[in-house]
């Protein structure tokens, strides 16, 4: 396909402080660039999880609108989506919206290992889309967001540069080195990218926070009915390496964990995925009932600042729910 003369400026709406997300985010304005617009100018704009409803239209303004790796916008100025959430759509509305857009532009298959790989594969096949530039970057977008890890060692231990970008991208509270990232994914190797000054600075600060946290979880945390809870609310984390507690407790089955930062508290659901044979449940449908979403496999409630009383009852419901073995959310795993 032949890019086109000089359109609008693209926004690029990704899912922030996530190694998928940034690499979405870079794989689409590669995609734009060689199939749309090779002069095109880009603006990276990171979204975070919060209540599962409606985006707000401030979002877009006057821009070609891209949303990769989030939900669903009922927006007549999005022109592309993609993504792989099982929870993409806030409600049937929403569904029902997204059926009628185009389909070279509008995708969306919750089997997808990563939303980077769906966009790639479906860009390929509808517009002639090459990524063989990315090939690195995919493989382990494809590995990190399907939690296909050798082992708990080499997702805690982080010894590839590939797993030490993830964790910068995970607590990243800069969007600005977060779009430089987005930008320096669609020229360089990951290897090249974790040796910049600023990533390996960024790197070798949230190492020592990671370190920190797993001590602090393996001292906070505790195994019961092959569920390990814990709460690091008082810390000031946005989030934490979610394969700690299968690490420190390899025959867990689940995980609920409470983080709070600067704009909520954030209960975190996960499964084992050296274990996933023992799954019963849909992560993705369990976090849905309290506003959140995710995965099958791996979700997330967003809670108001200073909620505790609602904090600690979503926290007993939904080790309740995992608990339970007629409890069953097995829909589509």
């Not at 997300?21 to 870079?26: L, V």
């Not at 989030?70 to 929403?94: C, I, M, P, Q």
């Not at 600023?198 to 001292?219: D, G, M, R």
Request: glycine letters at 6%.
């Amino acid at each position: 396909m032949n890019p086109q003369p000089h359109l609008a400026p693209v926004r690029v709406l990704y899912h922030g402080n996530c190694f998928d997300g940034c690499a979405s985010a870079a794989a689409f304005a590669l995609f734009y660039r060689q199939c749309v617009d090779s002069n095109a100018t880009f603006e990276y704009c990171r979204l975070v999880h919060g209540p599962n409803g409606p985006l707000d239209e401030t979002l877009f303004g006057s821009y070609i609108n891209a949303i990769v790796d989030f939900r669903y916008a009922e927006s007549t100025k999005l022109n592309y989506w993609v993504d792989h959430h099982r929870s993409a759509f806030y409600n049937d509305g929403a569904h029902e919206h997204f059926l009628g857009r185009p389909k070279d532009k509008f995708v969306f298959d919750p089997l997808a290992p990563s939303c980077m790989g769906l966009l790639c594969h479906a860009f390929a096949e509808r517009f002639g889309f090459d990524y063989s530039a990315l090939q690195d970057l995919l493989y382990w977008a494809e590995i990190i967001d399907s939690a296909s890890f050798d082992s708990p060692e080499q997702a805690v231990m982080l010894t590839h540069p590939a797993l030490q970008l993830m964790m910068v991208l995970e607590g990243l509270r800069d969007p600005s080195l977060e779009a430089e990232i987005i930008h320096k994914m669609q020229q360089i190797s990951v290897s090249d990218i974790v040796r910049l000054e600023s990533v390996a600075a960024e790197f070798s600060q949230l190492w020592a926070q990671h370190t920190s946290t797993l001590n602090q979880i393996k001292a906070r945390a505790g195994l019961e009915k092959s569920i390990v809870s814990f709460d690091l609310s008082d810390l000031n984390l946005s989030g934490y390496n979610k394969f700690i507690p299968y690490y420190l407790f390899p025959d867990a089955i689940y995980t609920v964990g409470v983080t709070q930062d600067a704009r909520r508290i954030k209960i975190s659901v996960g499964s084992n995925p050296w274990r996933k044979e023992e799954r019963r449940h849909n992560i993705a449908r369990l976090c849905e009932r309290y506003g959140g979403g995710g995965h099958a496999a791996v979700g997330a409630v967003s809670v108001a600042r200073g909620e505790w009383t609602q904090t600690s009852a979503i926290v007993a419901e939904l080790k309740s729910h995992l608990a339970d073995p007629s409890d069953i959310t097995s829909e589509s795993l």
